[in-house]
């Protein structure tokens, strides 16, 4: 089958991109699908093929098998749809525009039709399979007291109009593509497949959970780092180290964590926070309680290992998380998680069994419980660690894939019939 990929950028190291990434790669090398990438940047993947808009071809990487028309099979091909500087919405509505004429110009001048159009999320209009990895209906509901103009300072009136008129548009396109009966649908989460049916009537969405890289994030490989990554992180042994990775530290429930690490000051508790936001507000809520010895700020790393080594416990309290990959690959490694039922991916988990699920992401009293019973009880943490590695064996790239390629193959006979 030959596909094309329809997505901004491709990379590991940010959720939706990775998993994205991760099909791309098994598709092509374990069920021969020749995978044309649209985006305008790629990273972290060997052996891409760049199609020379000169040529209805691609010159074959060595080692390919050549097949008719100067194709060949098990490969990734880009084709770099180009990007311009400025605010998101307009960087978005260029994005949306020049994939659309870049895959016509390919089809109509080039030669190049395809079996499927593959999107995660709405990137096209004429998509034939969508894997949904966040519903900007439910994303807004959630943010749209933040955004109400009369409650701002002035100078946070334009971002937050920017802001208001990026998801309005977002959320007109997801009722002009998902509202489609012809366009195939998968989601992440059972919780990401509720909010289909609730906003669109969708009740044919297929469910295929994210995924982990088992064979880097395991307890084994934690276990081998964990000296050296507390010492590069400047944490001592008797401090117990909460971590929480992810951007936009609001929705991941950074103020719930902090408020819930203020109620566990006569523990030694440490909060190892790994994104990219912005820290004033944070530091002006650290200040206010007491907490300037206790927060740590971290870039994010390609050697995500390394903070999960560090870390005794991992706690996200989401406000609204489709699936979010870190609790899952906090698992892996045989950490204890503490996250919220508002995270897809919290249907991995048995709660008090294999982890912890918090019925409120914006209570503190109940997160600084779940800190303080597993800083107390090391038997506790140990055994909900091992049973969360072994939960979360279940879940790896592999078998994502193989519920993708089934998902696609379905679409791909229904479309020919």
Known sequence: MRI???SPF?????GTERCV??????????HGYEVHLYCQEVEDILNLEIFRHRANTVKPTQGSETVSEGFVTNRLIWHRVPSIAGPQLLKYIWWFLANHIQRWTDQRFRGLSYDLVYSPGINCLDADAVVIHIVFHEFFRLVIGDLRLRQLPLRAVPRAIHRRLYYHFAMSLERKVYANPHVALAAVSRLTAQEMERFFARHDVRVIPNAVELHIFNPEARLIRRAQSRHRLKFEEQDFVVLLIGNDW???GLDTLLAAAARCLDLPCKVLVVGRDDHVPYERVIRRLGLQSRVRFVEPSEDVLQFYAAADAYAGP???DSFALPPAEAMACGLPVVTTENNGGSEMITDGVDGFLLHSPQDPDELSNKIRALYENPRLREEVGRKAAIVAKKYDWERNAQQVHEFLQGVWVRKKT
């Open 250 to 252: 609001k929705k991941k």
């Open 4 to 6: 094309a990929v329809v």
């Open 10 to 14: 491709l990379d590991k190291k940010h």
């Open 318 to 320: 989401s406000l609204h």
């Open 21 to 30: 990434l991760e099909q791309a790669e098994r598709l092509a090398r374990q």
